[in-house]
């Protein structure tokens, strides 16, 4: 059993910085593919950030490449997000879980959720 509990999130302007922390989704949590998701009310779970289980490859959605950095420490997982914009407005939720590499973008390969943060960026 895999237990999350995200915290970091809060309102920022746009261009501002956020780090998001993942209680629970560090290097000691062996074995797990980890990552964060964000969703908007009405709107599908869209994938963020990864890092798979043996540690060595990052992915990121094509929107955040460049401005959001993934990273983990042996008790947390972090998302480090610099150049805000309105658009990234949403829940945030980390998540656990064994997906295979080419679905390693896929919600439903993620066993295991936190509650999620809100993140709102906004003038």
């Known amino acids: 059993q895999v237990q999350l509990a995200e915290s970091g999130g809060g309102l920022v302007q746009p261009g501002g910085s956020l780090r998001l922390s993942c209680a629970g989704a560090?290097?000691?949590?062996?074995?797990?593919?980890v990552g964060w998701f964000r969703q908007v009310p009405g709107k599908e779970r869209e994938f963020v950030a990864a890092?798979?289980?043996?540690?060595?490859n990052r992915y990121y959605t094509d929107s955040v490449k460049g401005r959001f950095t993934i990273s983990q420490d042996n008790a947390n997982l972090y998302l480090q997000m610099n150049s805000l914009k309105p658009e990234d407005t949403a829940a945030y939720y980390c998540?656990?879980?064994?997906?295979?590499?080419?679905?390693?973008?896929?919600?439903?390969?993620?066993?295991?959720w936190g509650p999620g943060t809100q993140v709102t960026v906004s003038s």
């Open positions: 560090g290097r000691s949590t062996t074995g797990y593919t």
């Open positions: 890092i798979r289980w043996s540690g060595s």
């Open positions: 998540v656990a879980g064994r997906p295979i590499l080419s679905a390693i973008r896929s919600a439903d390969m993620y066993y295991y």
